[in-house]
């Protein structure tokens, strides 16, 4: 389906270059002299790097049918993880590779949205957040406040998280996937 730049939302993918992109953001410029253009930001759903692109108004491309399902994370298999479709229990193996920003947010059993181009597998996307168990940080000292400063902790996946003093081994956190910081005790 081809769509114009005047049908750009945030979210939209489109093919440009033979590759697939996703719209992070973009901006509608129309300068005092020349034609109108549109700035915009992509994400390339293969490889995930982000671009600048700028295009006349009014241009004309394809957007890509992207087809996004609920699966369910299984395990690990390997340099892969095998997640399935709780519809009709389907499994799929995805690369680590792939999903490398997402693996330090990955449970058993934790609900995932596996993002598909045709047959391609793209990635995935995890939940906005996340409770992880603290595995490793240093010892709480006493008189050490919510607001006193931070410290590194170690999560049960991996993801190592700048957290208050007060937190201790054991606690469970909830985690912004989107940047990967503390948002509470959980």
Known sequence: MAISTADFKNGLTIEVDNAIWRIVEFQHVKPGK?????RSKLKNLRTGAVQEKTFRAGAKMEQAPINQRKMQYLYAD????VFMDTDNYEQISVPDEQIKDQLVYLQENMEVTLIQYGSETLGIEVPNTV???VTATEPGIKGNTASGGSKPATMDTGLIVQVPFFVNEGDKLTIN?????YISRA
């Open 34 to 38: 020349g034609g109108a253009f549109v």
């Open 131 to 133: 409770v992880l168990t």
């Open 177 to 181: 996937t989107q940047d990967g910081t």
């Open 78 to 81: 390997g340099d892969s993880r």
